[in-house]
């Protein structure tokens, strides 16, 4: 579990953004190897916390709720997932969210 870390902390996010793909691929990747390659020695303390967020994005239930629109089962996945992660940065979100109703779509 994450535990005392800095949210502001510009590098989850941009680590997040490359593991993804967001804004960079036309569908998610989940690139370990990229992270490692653009992270260094500081992809061993942001893969773990990669991974915890994205599955903590995905414990939602929003896909199975009957949601009919990919915006409405979005904001469900990312309400869902601030009342976990109520400080982490936009960008998370919005790679994750990408990711999510790509998957969810």
Not at 15 to 27: E, H, I, L
Not at 71 to 98: C, M, T, Y
Request: hydrophobic share 45%.
């Amino acid at each position: 579990m994450v535990t005392k870390l800095d949210w502001d902390d510009p590098r989850i996010a941009e680590a997040m953004v490359a593991w993804t793909g967001f804004g960079q691929t036309v569908t998610p990747v989940w690139d370990d190897q990229r992270v490692r390659s653009l992270f260094k020695d500081d992809a061993r303390w942001l893969l773990p916390i990669l991974e915890e967020l994205a599955s903590d994005f995905y414990a939602t239930r929003a896909h199975t709720l009957g949601v009919s629109d990919t915006v409405s089962l979005l904001r469900r996945a990312e309400s869902d997932f601030l009342l976990k992660h109520p400080n982490v940065q936009a960008e998370v979100i919005k790679a994750l969210g990408w990711c999510y109703t790509w998957d969810h779509r």
